[in-house]
């Protein structure tokens, strides 16, 4: 009875852990097929798709475009107000400003 539970257990385990490895393949498998935002016309929505990327930076990203006009080059996502390298690094497959 004592290896039913173990190997209910074990299995339980492993599927948690394929599972987080699926979600994260996932997401690359997104940025390869052509999985691309532009941060000069995406909303709030789509921009929170972004890797780190929530609500209130998208909508920073927002004001900084209305403000200053559109990014003339994808890193220039940078000069919004936190975002720094890490997530550009992180994003910079999939944003564009075509």
């Known amino acids: 009875m004592m290896n039913v ?15 987080i490895s ?11 097929t052509n999985f691309k935002i532009n941060i000069n016309k995406a909303t709030v929505e789509e921009l929170t798709k972004l890797d ?9 990203i927002i004001a900084y475009r ?4 559109p990014f003339q080059k994808p890193e220039d996502i940078t000069k919004v107000k ?3 390298d890490q997530i550009w690094e992180a994003n910079k497959e999939v944003i564009t400003v075509k």
């Open 5 to 19: 539970k173990k190997i209910c257990m074990m299995a339980v385990i492993l599927l948690t852990v394929m599972g």
């Open 22 to 32: 699926v979600s994260g393949y996932t997401k690359e498998v997104e940025k390869i």
């Open 52 to 60: 780190r990327i929530g609500k209130q930076y998208a909508q920073r």
């Open 66 to 69: 209305e403000k200053n006009g």
């Open 82 to 84: 936190g975002i720094g």
